[in-house]
T-cell receptor, first 115, second 114 residues
Framework: DTEVTQTPKHLVMGMTNKKSLKCEQH?????MYWYKQKAKKPPELMFV???????INESVPSRFSPECPNSSLLNLHLHALQPEDSALYLC??????????????FGNGTRLTVT | GENVGLHLPTLSVQEGDNSIINCAYS??????FIWYKQESGKGPQFIID?????DKRQGQRVTVLLNKTVKHLSLQIAATQPGDSAVYFC?????????????FGQGTILTVHP
């Protein structure tokens, strides 16, 4: 089992819905990440939080809104998504702040389907 | 920008064989490299890492080789088992304008036949 926990495991939402993805880690890691992975493709970086502050936004559309309430939690708020946003959303953490000097630890992701 | 790619998209081996998965990178400023294994329905799982001041690192049944001259990375898996079947990604911590970002290669599908 991974030490990064993501909920829900699966999510189906309509284009007018608002939903949130949640990520939690209790390893004391100080950087947390959101990646997006399409089928048969590598994960692509979306956001990085370091010491609870947003460090990187990879020009992600505003319909994705990240939030880091504390050092253990990371949320991704979703609103007015498009079908092409359907993907596996992966959360990760690393021990030190950004840039990482150790491996990123990934959760098992949320499989999102936008209808 | 950073480009981390793989020579072979698929690799099929017999149980007990040794497997070698290759990876090329383009950013000479990359100084930290990581191999991940991703099984179906799961997130990437850390296998082994290597820093640019090393050219070889060994773990349990796995060895990573780094050739900075030709910007090449490889993962060797000894005595491959059916449980090793997965997609394997190399990744690097980028330098330059992508400083600090972990960027993945395209992935190799490893299939181990009993």
């Amino acid at each position: 089992d991974t030490e990064v926990t993501q909920t829900p495991k699966h999510l189906v939402m309509g284009m007018t819905n608002k939903k949130s993805l949640k990520c939690e880690q209790h390893m004391g890691h100080r950087a947390m990440y959101w990646y997006k992975q399409k089928a048969k493709k590598p994960p692509e970086l979306m956001f990085v939080y370091s010491y609870e502050k947003l460090s990187i936004n990879e020009s992600v559309p505003s319909r994705f809104s990240p939030e880091c309430p504390n050092s253990s939690l990371l949320n991704l708020h979703l609103h007015a998504l498009q079908p092409e946003d359907s993907a596996l959303y992966l959360c990760a953490s690393s021990q030190d702040g950004f840039p990482p000097n150790s491996p990123l630890h990934f959760g098992n992701g949320t499989r999102l389907t936008v209808t | 920008g950073e480009n981390v790619g793989l020579h072979l998209p698929t690799l099929s081996v017999q149980e007990g064989d040794n497997s070698i998965i290759n990876c090329a990178y383009s950013n000479s400023a990359s100084d930290y490299f990581i191999w991940y294994k991703q099984e179906s329905g799961k997130g990437p799982q850390f296998i082994i890492d290597i820093r640019s001041n090393m050219d070889k690192r060994q773990g349990q049944r796995v060895t990573v080789l780094l050739n900075k001259t030709v910007k090449h990375l490889s993962l060797q898996i000894a005595a491959t088992q059916p449980g090793d079947s997965a997609v394997y990604f190399c990744a690097s911590i980028a330098g330059g304008t992508s400083y600090g970002k972990l960027t993945f290669g395209q992935g190799t599908i490893l299939t181990v036949h009993p």
